[in-house]
């Protein structure tokens, strides 16, 4: 349609038909006949009204979501087919590896390949538009949907935000065989206070701008067609109702111009944050700060016609969302074609094909972080005596919390992975993932670990014996996928008790140890890092997640994954993360200490457990000096920084060249460290290869004192590494 015919669409639509636009409904409000009974009270709505909503979310399946479609479209008065909507974060029915983990590759190609498998499978089930990325930084690793995330760097976050939206969206303005990208959660989700769940947030304005704010603006210069609200408040206002932070900057400064959706029942929960004393007021906060679409609180439906009617808001504001929402549709092709899914075969797209596994197995590898690797303990030979142990080694539910669509039964696990390279291969869970009784609750179903102590017992001392019989241990530990994700916080950050104690019964009989650490956060991990000879962390790996770690135990694969998130030393150092600031009593850890009063714990380290950006690999790689091409530059000038990498292990690896920016003195203070540009380079053995990083103006502003957004005069460090603590530095000035 054109523009016009969209307007003069929106012109003789009724109030109620434009309401029913700007309303998201569950699945669960429909069965295949129509509406169903059950939700309206909540709601508030009557279910014949069901049918005007403009968008459904969480159904799938192409017969289920045609159904839905039709009797919606049959129902409407100007048949406006609705949009469906779900949350495919980290794969459809090909499961990838958890969004923290892919940060983990510092490599956008992998993300746009996640986003565009992702997005493919889902549309050719039906879906329109998925509810990702989620690009919120996040530093505290308490909190659980740091799993959704690419990590604390808003440099890191900020291209792999741009690289998601790519992958999901596709090349065609149609987003043809692909999805829309609904980019989330707006504003600064990822900084609840003490890492719980939902809660404030509280954050100055400098910070939020310099930190926060970057990767939803790269998701918008990529083209995410919708953007959704954020649960929190912010500076003490819900965001969800705040026109400052939607109109103000979403709109008018960051130049979003697509379709803004509440999180779910978040226009609802303006009332529960004591800031909306009833439904109507609710909606009357959320149209105003600019709100499009109302996921599932019923309260633009039930209430919004009554405060157009009696005056207080204006019907251009409702006109307004509802062309947004026509103009989104026309896009997605919706009027000519309601199903976009029924044009598919023409891609030829196969869900869980063996080609997406191939890729799902890949990037799985480049996921994983060899955090420790003691005299060359991995790789393993084919015919090494190896005993392989833990809760982990045979299990399927490895795709991550937010995989719902996924098939567990699909996904390979270690032990058959490893099977497909030494057949006779057998394993032995000692342990449940969770302690004996303990139950953990999901959004589908929940997680029970029904094993009696007694059983846990004999099962450990079972697993001991086998670790003794054999030469080397492989032990695979770690959370369980339900301790993650939403709702997940945690403020013990270990492994489950029953798995402490099969690592120490393990490593009593046997200290030729390798241990493998499935999580969703960055966990403390203090008591597998003094026993075992190698840690290989891999995350939430997704279906191929098993055949991807026996790659790399085996070297058919090399580690190349750096941690996109600091794995703290124990979680009352959290948040912790590469890019703190100088405080006037700095010290570094193994300083020597006169003075009572300075910044550090009495008790533990200031550093983490690993630094951000850290890595092995099974190869070496050592470092030149930096080279720079000038050591002053002047305002709007370029200068060069670069470093020779030389390969100087035994095998091919791939590295992740990190560069680091210090400003030495400003007006307000800086980072000691802040990440500012990388590079993946792969390397044989013996070769060399210069990089060159191109250091501009951009990459040295920050809100000065005033809150401009300037470079500052004087002299800064730049330091080039393989991690963000280890590099070499040199210094350069910026001249008036
Ligand atoms: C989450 C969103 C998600 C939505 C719909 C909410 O609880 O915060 O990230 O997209 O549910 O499932």
Known sequence: MTEQQLVDLLQSMTLEEKIGQLTQLDGSCFSGEGPVTGPEQELGIPKEKFLLAGSILGVTGADKIEQIRRICIEAQPHHIPPIFMADVINGYQTILPIPLALGCTFEEEAAKKTGDIMAREAAADGLDITFAPMVDLVKDARWGRVMESTGESVYLNSRMAAAMVEGIQGESEDFSGHLGACTKHFAAYGAPMAGREYCAVELSERSLREEYLPSYQAAIHAGSAMMMTSFNTLDRIPVTGNEKIMRGILRDEMGFQGVLISDWNAIGELILNHVAEDKKEAARQAVVAGVDIDMMSGCYMSRMEELVREGTVEEGLIDESVLRILKLKNRLGLFERPNRAEKLPEYGVALLSEENRKVAREIAAKTMVLLKNEENFLPLKREEDVALIGPYMEEKGILGAWSFFGDREKSITILEGVRSKNPSAHAKSGCGILNPGQTVYGFKFHETNEMTEEETERSIQEAAEYAAAHKKVVLALGESPLQTGEGGSRADI??????????????????????????????????????????????????????????????????????????????????????????????????????????????????????????????????????????EIHEGEELEAAVVVENTGAVTGKEVVQLYLTDEYASVARPIRELKGYQKICLAPGEKKKVVFKISMDMLCFYDRKMEYRAEPGSFIVRIGTDSVNGKEARFWLRK
């Not at 999580?519 to 790996?541: C, F, H, Q, T």
Request: charged share 20%; glycine share 8%; with cysteine.
């Open 494 to 631: 270990t492994i489950p008790d029953v798995q402490k104690k099969l690592l120490d019964a393990v490593y009593a009989v046997n200290q030729n140890l390798a241990v493998i650490v499935f999580a969703g956060r960055p966990l403390d991990i203090r008591a597998i890092k003094e026993k075992a000879k190698s840690i290989l962390y891999v995350w939430m790996p997704g279906t191929e997640g098993g055949n991807a770690i026996a790659d790399i135990l085996y070297g058919d694969r090399v580690p190349e994954a750096k941690l996109s998130m600091s794995l703290p030393y124990c979680v009352g150092q959290c948040p912790v993360c590469h890019n703190e600031f100088w405080t006037g009593r700095h010290v570094e850890d193994g300083e020597n200490i006169t003075n009572r009063f300075q910044s550090k714990y009495q008790d533990i380290p200031n550093a983490p457990l690993y630094p951000f950006g850290y890595g092995l690999s099974y190869t070496d790689f050592t470092y030149s000096d930096v080279e720079l091409d000038r050591a």
